[in-house]
T-cell receptor
Framework: KAGVTQTPRYLIKTRGQQVTLSCSPI?????VSWYQQTPGQGLQFLFE???????NKGNFPGRFSGRQFSNSRSEMNVSTLELGDSALYLC????????????FGSGTQLSVL | GESVGLHLPTLSVQEGDNSIINCAYS??????FIWYKQESGKGPQFIID?????DKRQGQRVTVLLNKTVKHLSLQIAATQPGDSAVYFC??????????FGGGTRLMVKP
């Protein structure tokens, strides 16, 4: 089976712009979670989607949003980018909701200038 | 909020020695605990998990120990190899909720 695929691998944006990141889960996995990873804060949970519905949400501002499609693929969007949004954004999939045994992609490295 | 922390940010071991990575957690209601390994340029990779009703679980060259009395989790790696060099994260979770990750420990294996 192919693993979790995230695109793009790298992104450079400027403050105020918006960005959309994409994630394709492992075939058959219906749950997709997003995490932000920074050197200072570690891995921070953003949100989880299961069957196109957001099930859990972390403590991030409304500028961070996501969605899941019927084929389980997911996107996350960050609007009005700030310098502090620079991070590695990781997507993880699992067969069912509940987040046990997450399978992570390699992430999208976002740099905000 | 609940937190999961690590005692040592960096651990340096000699190739062939055993490694022990420690983790303290605060949420006594957690149902399970997971160790992840993250190599440079990659996402975290699942290593081993343990349910809260267990105190020990073994995998291939790895053992996880859970001490609920002192809320402590450890990962033991036997005969550490250069390929074990990575950042290791512990994570805790409750059924139906998202995982909470610790800050990570960097393991460096000296040849």
């Amino acid at each position: 089976k192919a693993g979790v695929t995230q695109t793009p691998r790298y992104l450079i944006k400027t403050r105020g712009q918006q960005v959309t990141l994409s994630c394709s889960p492992i075939s058959g996995h219906r749950s997709v979670s997003w995490y932000q990873q920074t050197p200072g804060q570690g891995l921070q949970f953003l949100f989880e989607y299961f069957s196109e519905t957001q099930r859990n949400k972390g403590n991030f501002p409304g500028r961070f949003s996501g969605r899941q499609f019927s084929n389980s693929r997911s996107e996350m969007n960050v609007s009005t980018l700030e310098l502090g949004d620079s991070a590695l954004y990781l997507c993880a999939s699992s067969p069912t909701t509940g987040n046990e045994k997450l399978f992570f992609g390699s992430g999208t490295q976002l740099s905000v200038l | 909020g609940e937190s999961v922390g690590l005692h040592l940010p960096t651990l340096s071991v000699q190739e062939g020695d055993n490694s022990i990575i420690n983790c303290a957690y605060s949420n006594s209601a957690s149902d399970y605990f997971i160790w992840y390994k993250q190599e440079s340029g990659k996402g975290p990779q699942f290593i081993i998990d343990i349910r809260s009703n267990m105190d020990k679980r073994q995998g291939q060259r790895v053992t996880v120990l859970l001490n609920k009395t002192v809320k402590h989790l450890s990962l033991q790696i036997a005969a550490t190899q250069p390929g074990d060099s990575a950042v290791y994260f512990c994570a805790q979770g409750e059924a139906g909720n998202m995982l909470t990750f610790g800050g990570g420990t960097r393991l460096m294996v000296k040849p």
